[in-house]
Structures are given as structure tokens and as C-alpha cells.
């Protein structure tokens, strides 16, 4: 129903605020041992417990942008989702920015944004931006196109990319962790399966029509790395195998870098592997859960648990996010607002 996505919408805004802001003390360690992080969210969730404030990210600065734009605009428009990007960075540029994208929010101010697209085609020599920047904060775009159909969420999702990533492996990643919100949020809620959910992604992805060449890059190998749909084959092994699968061979077979091949698919695995309990971490939350798990892979925490936390709170809406998480993160209430937004345009009840 209309009113159960609503919690499901706000699950999602809700997951990729928590994710970064809990995962953010934790960026590049290179694993995080599991009694820290359940000390860590024990402490959170004790009431008499004062603990530093959880400031949240790059990664929330601009998903907060990519929603008010599409709130705004009521579409897309990537000039106001630029405008909206550089004014937050010039506001707040200590968010912990990825070190190059900053020159693309310099030459779009100098350029008084003439052409939107053109600062980012001409990041690394022209090869684009493989960050994962352009996924971490799509998932507005996937609730913005929750009744459209699957080709606009995709293209969406890869013109939200473009704005700073124009690497075929940066906006990939956004179609893909684009296309993993939606069919969390459109699965019916305890009954999603897995492998078939993947199966699902692989099938879309393996379906997308190659606007370029370069979009070989979705199975192929390159450069080193398998394409998304290379990992999302590894994903469905790990997620059959019966015996217990470390962490260190999910970092090791998937990454858990700043590129967005080595960290989208990994945030969907952490999704997937927290809808059972875990060895070694307490937390009875599937949601919560997902988002530690995120963490304790280590390397890239905030964006990582960040995307795995859009993906599980779209799947388990805002009754499976603990309460005690809004006492902790920053903007909690600016997230809720701009899933409600979000919600009422998609579902035109927006009148006064
Ligand atoms: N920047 C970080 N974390 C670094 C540590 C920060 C911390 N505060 C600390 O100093 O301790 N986190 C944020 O950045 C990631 C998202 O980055 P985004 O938006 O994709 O930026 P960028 O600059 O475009 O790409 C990131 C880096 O990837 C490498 N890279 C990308 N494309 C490349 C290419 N074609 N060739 C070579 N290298 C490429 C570069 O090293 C880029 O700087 C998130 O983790 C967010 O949380
Ligand atoms: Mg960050
Ligand atoms: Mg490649
Ligand atoms: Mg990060």
C-alpha cells in the first residue's frame, strides 16, 4: 500500500544517514573488529550513555542535494542538482570530500555551470571518475522513480552520476545501486529471496541497452577488476556456500574500496547476509545489522554502510530502524522530512 511505502521510503533516507554517520568514525581502518562494534552500538542504544554526536558526511551532504533537487524540481535537472551540489560543498567543505571530485565543484562555479556535464568528463585525463560518489547518494533517485518504470530509475540514476562521474564503472554503480533500493523497496516485506533478488539485478543489468561503448564495462573484464555483473555472480556464490563466509574473502572477492566497483556490490552483499543472524554480532536487527556488518569489512565504512543501509531500510521500512539511532545522527529529522516529500510527489498527493 501507499501508506506502508511511505515507512519503506523513510527506511531508506533513514538507512543511508545512519550507515554514513556510523560508519564514518571508521573510514579507511582496514577491518573493525566485532566486540568494538557491539560495544559501539550498545553504547548508542543505553539511554544514560553520553557519547560524541555522529556527524554525518560527504555521502549525506549530497544525498540531502540529489533529494531536494528532485523535491524542488519535482524532475530532474542537473543543473539544479549541480547548483544544489557546489552550494553544499562551498557551505560545508570539510564533509570529508573525495579528493578529486572537489575540482569538479570548483570548474562548475567557474563556469558558471554553462555546461553541466563538462567538468566531470574531464576528471583523470578524460577517463571520468570510478569513485563511488555518484552511487552513494542515488537513492533518492530510486524512491523519486518508484512508480516509474525500471528504464527511468536507470536513466536517472546514470544522468545523477554524470553530473561528477563519467567513468562507465562511476555511473554503472549508480544504475546499479540505483536498481537495488528499488527492488527492495517494491519486494513484498519478509519474503524477498535472495538469490533470486540478485538474479533480478543481473538480469536488468545484462538487459540495459549500451548507450556507449564503454558500458562493456558491466560484464567485462578490465583493467584488473570483473565488471558489476562479474560480482554480482560472486555475490550469489557467497551467498550459497553453506560453510561460514569471512569477512576477510568479502573483502578480498569484493572490495571494499572508494571505487564503485569495489564497494556497490559489497553493500549489497552486506544487505543480503545481515537478513540472517550473523556470528559475532548481537544485534537483532536486520537493518542494524546490515550496517555493521558494512563496518566491520572496513575500508570504505561510511559509504559502504551508507548504501547498504538505503538498500535495508528500503527493504525494512522505518519499524525496523531502532529508535535510539535518531538520538545519535545528525539531520535524522531533515532525512525524514525529505522522505515524506519524496513520498507525497511520487504519490501526488502533494496538494496544500
Ligand atoms: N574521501 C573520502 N575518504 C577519504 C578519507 C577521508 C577522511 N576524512 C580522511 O582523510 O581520513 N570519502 C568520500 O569519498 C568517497 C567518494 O568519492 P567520490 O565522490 O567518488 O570522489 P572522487 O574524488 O571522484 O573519487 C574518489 C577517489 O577515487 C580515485 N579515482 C576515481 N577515479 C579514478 C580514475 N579514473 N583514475 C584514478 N583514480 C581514480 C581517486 O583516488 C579519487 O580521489 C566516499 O568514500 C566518500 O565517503
Ligand atoms: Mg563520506
Ligand atoms: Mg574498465
Ligand atoms: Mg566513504
Request: glycine share 8%.
Given at each position: ?12 533516507m ?19 573488529a ?45 543543473v ?24 569538479v ?30 552511487a ?51 519486494s ?21 541497452r ?8 558491466l ?27 569471512t ?12 571505487s ?14 545481515a ?13 542494524l ?5 558494512a ?43 525529505q522522505?515524506?516529500?519524496?513520498h ?9
Open positions: 500500500s501507499i501508506e506502508a511505502l511511505l515507512g519503506r521510503f523513510k527506511g531508506c533513514l538507512g543511508a544517514l545512519a550507515g554514513d554517520c556510523l560508519g564514518a568514525p571508521f573510514e579507511m581502518d582496514s577491518s573493525v566485532l566486540s568494538v562494534l557491539n560495544n559501539y552500538i550498545n553504547k548508542l542504544a543505553d539511554p544514560k550513555v553520553r557519547v560524541p554526536y555522529k556527524a554525518f558526511t560527504d555521502d549525506t551532504a549530497m544525498t540531502q542535494s540529489v533529494a531536494q533537487s528532485l523535491i524542488d524540481e519535482k524532475s530532474f535537472s542537473e539544479d542538482m549541480a547548483k544544489k551540489f557546489v552550494r553544499a560543498y562551498y557551505k560545508e567543505p570539510r564533509r570529508g570530500y573525495g579528493a578529486n571530485i572537489v575540482n565543484f570548483a570548474a562548475l562555479k567557474a563556469t558558471n555551470f554553462k555546461d553541466v556535464w563538462a567538468p566531470a568528463a574531464l576528471q583523470f585525463d578524460g577517463s571520468g571518475s570510478y569513485g563511488n560518489g555518484g552513494m547518494r542515488v537513492a533518492p533517485v530510486a524512491l523519486f522513480t518508484a512508480a516509474a518504470s525500471t528504464e527511468e530509475a536507470i536513466n536517472m540514476a546514470r544522468d545523477s552520476a554524470l553530473i561528477t562521474h563519467s567513468h562507465a564503472q562511476g555511473y554503472n554503480g549508480a544504475i546499479l545501486q540505483c536498481l537495488a533500493v528499488r527492488n527492495a523497496l517494491l513484498p516485506s519478509s519474503s524477498l529471496n535472495p538469490q533470486e533478488y540478485v538474479e533480478g539485478l543481473i538480469s536488468t543489468l545484462s538487459k540495459m549500451n548507450p556507449r561503448e564503454e558500458d562493456q564495462d560484464c567485462s573484464e578490465g583493467e584488473g577488476h570483473g565488471g558489476f555483473v562479474d560480482s554480482l555472480h560472486v555475490l550469489q556464490e557467497l551467498l550459497g556456500r553453506s560453510d561460514q563466509v569477512r576477510e574473502e568479502v573483502v578480498e572477492r569484493l572490495g571494499n574500496d572508494v564503485a566497483i569495489n564497494s556497490v556490490p559489497t553493500a549489497i552483499y552486506a544487505f543480503l547476509r537478513l540472517q543472524p550473523i556470528q559475532g554480532i548481537e544485534s537483532d536487527s536486520e537493518f545489522r546490515s550496517i555493521v556488518y563496518i566491520s569489512l572496513g575500508g570504505d565504512t561510511d559509504t559502504i554502510a551508507s548504501m547498504a543501509g538505503a538498500i535495508a531500510g528500503a527493504y525494512h521500512g522505518s519499524q525496523g530502524v531502532p529508535e535510539f539511532l535518531g538520538r545519535h545522527c545528525e539531520a535524522w529529522e531533515g532525512a525524514l522530512q522522505a515524506e516529500e519524496l507525497k510527489i511520487v504519490y501526488k498527493n502533494d496538494k496544500p
